[in-house]
């Protein structure tokens, strides 16, 4: 599933699936295929979550009983790692990777990255950059 070749990007997110029993496991990793696969777009979660057969309510929970992660911060997660391997490859500026990787707003992307990381999306490139280029 594309939920299997995505983690390679979410290393550091807990395992899809790992609940199997709960009742809606299957409609959560569904929805987690979907949420990685437009994840540069907007998703209104209150219908992904109908969509499969959910409240909103029902569906958080069952989302975060699953994947450690709220519907929302899942796709925040998947978003970042994108653009850190879009800093570390590519030469497009801090502003092509936030509209690439859906953020709203540079502003948002700037403190999103920065709350997760610790540092700038610019201090992060540079400092990723300069270990690869020394094969550290």
């Known amino acids: 599933a594309l939920v299997a070749q995505s983690i390679g990007l979410l290393t550091d997110l807990s395992p899809l699936g790992v609940a199997r029993s709960r009742p809606y496991s299957d409609a959560i990793d569904k929805a987690c295929d979907e949420l990685l696969r437009l994840s540069a777009e907007n998703v209104d ?50 502003r092509e990777i936030c509209e690439e990787t859906g953020f709203s707003s540079l502003a948002y992307f700037s403190a999103a990255f920065q709350r997760h990381e610790g540092v700038s999306p610019r201090e992060w490139r540079l400092k990723n950059c300069r270990q690869q280029a020394s094969g550290e």
């Open 45 to 94: 979660l209150e219908d992904l979550a109908r969509r499969h057969g959910m409240s909103y309510p029902l569906f958080r929970r069952e989302f975060k009983a699953q994947t450690g992660f709220s519907p929302h911060a899942y796709v925040i997660a998947f978003r970042l790692n994108q653009a850190k391997s879009l800093l570390r490859n590519s030469e497009m500026t801090v």
